[in-house]
């Protein structure tokens, strides 16, 4: 399973209601909070969504080029970022009950994908 890895980039992911223990009917945000240790163009993260999850709503967020929502992830894309600590959200709708596997987020440059950086997997449970 994927290690923690970070150099130019760090990702980290993180539930609105501050735990991995979402309830069903009940909209949550999974927040990416990516660090730019030096400034990048061409940048795409990928936020993977738990199973027993859709999306509430499909907005795109501030600093982004594109946007796209997958049944899996959503890859956000972005021309331009300097230095520094930007936030990503994904406002989701926990339908089912059960344990999932929240799989790690990740940044990369698309032209460069050896740069990049990614969490580890997580559990996250839906009552």
Do not use: W
Request: glycine share 6%.
């Amino acid at each position: 399973s994927p290690v923690l890895t970070k150099g130019d980039f760090e990702v980290t992911t993180r539930f609105s209601n501050g735990a991995n223990a979402l309830k069903a009917g009940e909209a949550v945000t999974l927040i990416a909070e990516v660090t730019v240790k030096k400034d990048a163009e061409y940048i795409m993260i990928s936020i993977p969504i738990p199973g027993g999850c859709s999306y509430a709503d499909k907005r795109k967020g501030y600093k982004e080029a594109h946007r796209e929502y997958f049944k899996h992830e959503t890859a956000i894309f972005c021309q331009k970022l300097l230095q520094g600590t930007y936030t990503f959200e994904v406002n989701l709708m926990p339908r089912y009950s059960g344990v999932y596997t929240l799989n790690p987020a990740k940044v990369e440059l698309m032209y460069f994908p050896t740069f990049s950086a990614n969490n580890e997997v997580e559990k996250v449970s839906v009552k």
